[in-house]
């Protein structure tokens, strides 16, 4: 198995703790005395070794810190019998330091262990035994060189993981602020959407299907009357239009919003689509429902009877809204039949706006042809909303 490749900062520790080391030995400078009781190896020479092991043991400090310190541990031990090198216990506190920040996190709390009973170890075991007060140094001396390193790599592992996991924290702090960001524009696009198809497909439809009257008959009054209506669905479009730009606008715009429309303009809605050509018969009971459940309902009517007025059979068109149980339901039905075609295009989207506005309030809608024994075709079209009104229900 190779070895992992060193990383570049600790070649340059390794070279200078050996060049270090060298240099010390050069000018004689040692940690003891040659006639000191435990120096079993006197001279220079038998200092080289475990400087050059522990310099060796550098390379490895970040890229196998466990290894190191297993290799390391021996030198120092085998440093200790000879007059004994300063660089050669300084790289040991720096491979200590290194086992406990890069290790393992199992290893680097049994290091702070062991490290720990070392110094305890050699502060009261040698006291006992001898009874002076200088035996205390050993354990002083054991403290410094192990427990002091380890304590202060577990120290400053502790704040790196604190950035680290800082860190990741405002990452994706930042990734969930970026997605409602993008689920907020998604959700206002939609909702514009809606806001303008339900203002002006209304109008547009009308004026379409009255332009082509006016084109298609050689009647002077059918194409007057027929002009007639394209100018008032043009002028009340262009009211919605105004409006839609004043939500868009801030207040400080040139346009001010007009107030969205309320369940007391149905009357109007369904006298509009009278004009247009419909049947239209309103049974509406008085009210009190929160705004957005108002303009749902008005907007739900609203695209059913363009759809009407687009695809319906000649018929009756009724539209209802009974307020029961905590919910609105909003029913509007229209003869069905089979046309070539719809009398004005559209973009199919009035079915998927009226259900995400029933969906947004925690509704139920429904849509589709249904069989009716009384209608002329045997079937009539139905778009039923159930709306809910307390918030409980739409929660």
């Known amino acids: 198995m190779a070895l992992p490749r060193p990383h570049r900062f600790d070649v340059y520790i390794a070279i200078g703790g050996l060049l270090g080391g060298l240099l010390l030995v050069g000018i004689g400078l040692a940690t003891r005395p040659a006639k000191d009781p435990i120096t079993l190896f006197d001279g220079p020479w038998p200092i080289l070794v475990p400087l050059t092991v522990m310099a060796g043991c550098e390379l490895l400090r970040r890229a196998a810190p466990r290894a190191a310190l297993l290799i390391g541990t021996p030198a120092i031990c085998a440093d200790v019998f000879t007059q004994g090198n300063l660089a050669t216990i300084l790289m040991f506190t720096d491979i200590m330091y290194a086992a406990v920040l890069y290790g393992p996190l199992a290893s680097a709390r049994r290091i702070q262990w062991i ?25 002083v001396v054991v403290g410094v060189v192990a427990y002091a390193p380890a304590a202060t790599g577990w120290i400053v592992r502790n704040h790196r993981d604190a950035a680290e996991a800082a860190r990741l924290r405002a990452e994706q702090t930042a990734l969930l ?27 547009l439809s009308a004026i379409a299907i009255h332009s082509t009257a006016a084109l298609s008959l050689d009647d002077p009054k059918t194409s007057q009357e027929a002009l007639s209506v394209i100018r008032e669905n043009s002028v009340a479009g262009l009211a919605e239009m105004r409006r ?11 346009t001010e919003p007009v107030a969205a429309p309320t369940l007391d303009g149905l009357d109007a809605l369904a006298e509009g689509a009278r004009v247009n050509g419909l049947d239209v018969r309103l049974d509406a009971e008085p009210c009190d429902v929160p705004a957005p459940v108002e303009l749902a309902a008005y907007r739900i009517v609203q695209e059913a009877l363009t759809n009407a007025l687009k695809h ?17 339901s909003v029913a509007v039905s229209s003869p069905f039949g089979d046309r070539d075609g719809p009398r004005a295009p559209g973009s199919g989207a009035g079915l998927v706006g009226m259900r995400e506005r029933v969906g947004l309030l925690g509704g139920a809608f429904e849509a589709g042809p249904v069989d009716d024994p009384a209608s002329t075709h045997g079937k009539i079209w139905v778009v039923r909303a159930t709306l809910p009104v307390s918030e409980g229900d739409r929660e």
């Open 177 to 203: 602020a970026e997605v409602d960001r993008a689920q907020a524009v998604t959700s206002e696009r939609a909702r514009m959407a809606r806001e303008l198809h339900d203002m002006v497909a209304n109008h």
């Open 312 to 328: 319906a059979s000649p018929g009756r068109v009724t539209v209802a809204l009974t307020h029961r149980d905590g919910s609105l």
């Open 244 to 254: 839609l730009i004043g939500i868009l606008r801030d207040s400080s715009g040139d």
């Open 115 to 139: 490290t720990g009973l070392l110094t305890v170890a050699g502060t009261l075991v040698p006291f006992a035994v001898w009874r002076v007060p200088e035996a205390l140094l050993i354990g």
